[in-house]
C-alpha cells in the first residue's frame, strides 16, 4: 500500500527484527521491531534495536509499539535513524491508509 515489500521475519534468533522492508523506487531498506506492550517501551529496547540496525546496514529503522515509549527512550532515539511509533501514531496510520 506505501509502496514497499515487506518480509516477516521474527521469531527464535531474529536480531530483534520483525520485518524487513524495501522500496525498489526510493532504493531504502528499512528494518522494524513490533512491541505490543502493556507498559512503555524503555530505552535498553532502542539501544538493543539501534545494534540491530547497524549490523543490518539498512538505511532506517522503526520500532512500533501499541503502547508508547519512556522519555529516556525517545531521548536516546533523537538524531539517529530509528523512528519510534506510538500507539495513537499507530492508530493514525492505519486510519490514513487502511480505511
Given at each position: 500500500y506505501?509502496g ?9 534468533g531474529?536480531g530483534?527484527i520483525?520485518?524487513?522492508?524495501e522500496?525498489l ?19 535498553g529496547?532502542?539501544?538493543d534495536?539501534?545494534g ?7 538505511n532506517?529503522?522503526f ?12 531521548y536516546?532515539?533523537r538524531g539517529?535513524?530509528?523512528?519510534l511509533v506510538?500507539g495513537?501514531?499507530l492508530k493514525d496510520?492505519?486510519?490514513?491508509y487502511?480505511?
Amino acid at each position: 500500500y506505501m509502496g514497499y515489500s515487506v518480509t516477516r521475519v521474527g521469531g527464535s534468533g531474529d536480531g530483534g527484527i520483525d520485518l524487513m522492508c524495501e522500496s525498489l523506487a526510493f532504493n531504502e531498506k528499512m528494518i522494524v521491531q513490533c512491541k505490543r506492550y502493556a507498559g512503555k517501551v524503555g530505552v535498553g529496547i532502542v539501544r538493543d534495536f539501534y545494534g540491530a540496525f547497524i549490523h543490518s546496514k539498512v538505511n532506517k529503522g522503526f520500532i512500533v509499539t501499541t503502547s508508547d515509549f519512556t522519555k529516556e527512550a525517545q531521548y536516546w532515539a533523537r538524531g539517529k535513524p530509528i523512528e519510534l511509533v506510538n500507539g495513537e501514531k499507530l492508530k493514525d496510520l492505519m486510519m490514513t491508509y487502511y480505511r
